[in-house]
């Protein structure tokens, strides 16, 4: 780990274990991500509880729940008498705010749609919770990490990259999302960068014809053995097919700078392997060429077909799950188990 990540988790660690500060709040979290940063910005000892899935760091896991940001126990949250309740501005739904609002609660929103919201989201809860120096020192970390990270890797060949959040439907993001700038961040490029939506669901034939170089997956699965049949795909055909930390990805909290180091080191790794001739039933092509043009046949249209035809049902059943995209990427199964629900 760099020298600004070894700092940044030195942080986290010493506001965990620190004596609850002076101040006088009483502050419930709703979202598992601004738990870790309520923690990092020296506020815990005026947590007095945080949502489901709240598993970082350790100290967080003995905290009274009051449930997720969907199915929030209001009564137990006006038993503990808080003062603040901390949401997540493009996570929590609104009627969630209004509601602990009208219980005469005080709201304080923390957007996390760039990097850098992590940092300034640090110096808010720090400002809140009158701890400013030790938040002021978590940002600061937060921000040379990924300072650092974005000067090694600003000169790196371009690599293009499918970002798989999930495979059944097969989803991803667009350029406007967080995951979308960790990877540009490391030298590649989003090849669904130009959708407007933040989280959508894909078909795999989209994904076949523009021929990443590199498949990035945060999904629970196996993402190899799920696109090893498409040996025509040059992220396949050059073993670029990769596992990222979910958590350490689609949580915006601090952490999220030890995912993008991940990122950048598994695109290096592809880099590292250089330009292999892949060969598609008999037809070769240079996979930095990338022909945007592969048919899909060859790529087995058959099996794409079959797969449309088993996930149409299910997109359409969880449509209203995707209704708020950002929500989608991050608080649906198997988002479960990286604890993102808010």
Do not use: K
């Amino acid at each position: 780990m760099s020298r600004p990540g070894l700092l940044l988790a030195a942080c986290i660690a010493a506001c965990a274990a620190e004596a609850p500060p002076t101040g006088s709040e009483r502050i419930v979290s709703v979202a598992p991500n601004l738990t870790e940063l309520l923690f990092a910005a020296g506020a815990a000892g005026q947590l007095v509880a945080v949502s489901e899935y709240s598993d970082y760091p350790e100290a967080a896991r003995s905290l009274p729940r009051i449930g997720d940001a969907f199915r929030l126990d209001y009564e137990r949250i006006v038993a503990l008498a808080p003062t603040v309740a901390v949401v997540w501005e493009s996570g929590t739904p609104p009627e969630v705010a209004r509601r602990l609002e009208d219980l005469g609660i005080r709201v304080v929103g923390i957007p996390t749609r760039r990097l850098d919201d992590i940092a300034v989201a640090l110096e808010t809860l720090g400002d809140l919770a009158g701890t400013e120096a030790i938040a002021a020192a978590a940002a600061a970390a937060f921000r040379a990490e990924i300072s650092g990270l974005r000067d090694d890797y600003r000169e790196r060949p371009r690599r293009s990259v499918f970002i798989q959040i999930d495979d059944a439907p097969l989803f991803t993001v667009g350029g406007r999302h967080l995951i979308s700038e960790i990877v540009e961040l490391c030298g590649g490029r989003n090849v669904f960068a130009e959708a407007a939506a933040l989280a959508f669901p894909v078909d795999l034939e989209s994904v076949l014809v523009r021929a990443p170089d590199v498949i990035l997956s945060t999904d629970d699965g196996d993402p190899v053995a799920y696109w090893a049949r498409f040996t025509g795909l040059a992220a396949v055909a050059n073993g670029n097919v990769y596992r990222a930390p979910a958590d350490l990805l689609a949580r915006p909290s601090p952490r999220i700078s030890a995912g993008a180091a991940q990122v950048c080191a598994r695109l290096d790794e592809a880099r590292s392997r250089g330009t292999r001739r892949v060969s598609v039933r008999g037809r070769s092509f240079d996979d930095d060429a990338r022909s945007w043009a592969i048919d899909a046949h060859d790529m087995g249209r058959e099996e794409v077909a079959s797969e449309q035809a088993l996930g149409t049902d299910q997109q359409e059943i969880q449509h209203d799950d995707f209704q708020r995209p950002e929500i989608a990427v991050i608080q649906r199964e198997p988002a479960r188990r990286i604890g993102a629900i808010g």
